[in-house]
């Protein structure tokens, strides 16, 4: 299965809901690498790398978290990061 790289920017209710953590736990269970980060604006940057299908499972699990409230997201695609080897929450 090709590993693939997306960034994404998610708006709604996502600071002070758990949102990186659960990302994190989420992503280390599903053997994605990346990092998420808090935005100034109140969104919220992530970097996932990984299958389609285990990205598209770690995009679901917050979707259906009771207290993230995702109303829109951006989604890019980038070039792999072949050295990377977990997955980091930023600004700790």
Same mark, same amino acid.
């Given at each position: 299965?090709?590993? %693939?790289?997306?960034?994404? %920017?998610?708006?709604?209710? &996502?600071?002070? &809901?758990?949102?990186?953590?659960?990302?994190?736990?989420?992503?280390?269970? =599903?053997?994605?690498?990346?990092?998420? !980060? +808090? =935005?100034?604006?109140?969104? &919220?940057?992530? $970097? =996932?790398?990984?299958? $389609?299908?285990? %990205?598209?499972? =770690?995009?679901?699990?917050?979707? +259906?978290?009771?207290?993230?409230? %995702?109303?829109?997201?951006?989604?890019?695609?980038?070039?792999? #990061? $072949?050295? #990377?080897? !977990?997955?980091?929450?930023?600004?700790?």
């Amino acid at each position: 299965m090709d590993k %693939i790289r997306k960034r994404f %920017i998610f708006y709604g209710r &996502v600071q002070g &809901v758990g949102f990186r953590w659960r990302a994190r736990h989420a992503a280390d269970s =599903l053997h994605l690498t990346g990092w998420v !980060s +808090n =935005l100034d604006d109140g969104s &919220v940057m992530m $970097e =996932l790398q990984g299958t $389609e299908a285990e %990205i598209d499972r =770690l995009i679901i699990s917050l979707r +259906n978290d009771r207290y993230i409230d %995702i109303t829109s997201m951006e989604v890019k695609k980038l070039p792999t #990061e $072949e050295d #990377e080897r !977990s997955f980091r929450v930023r600004g700790y």
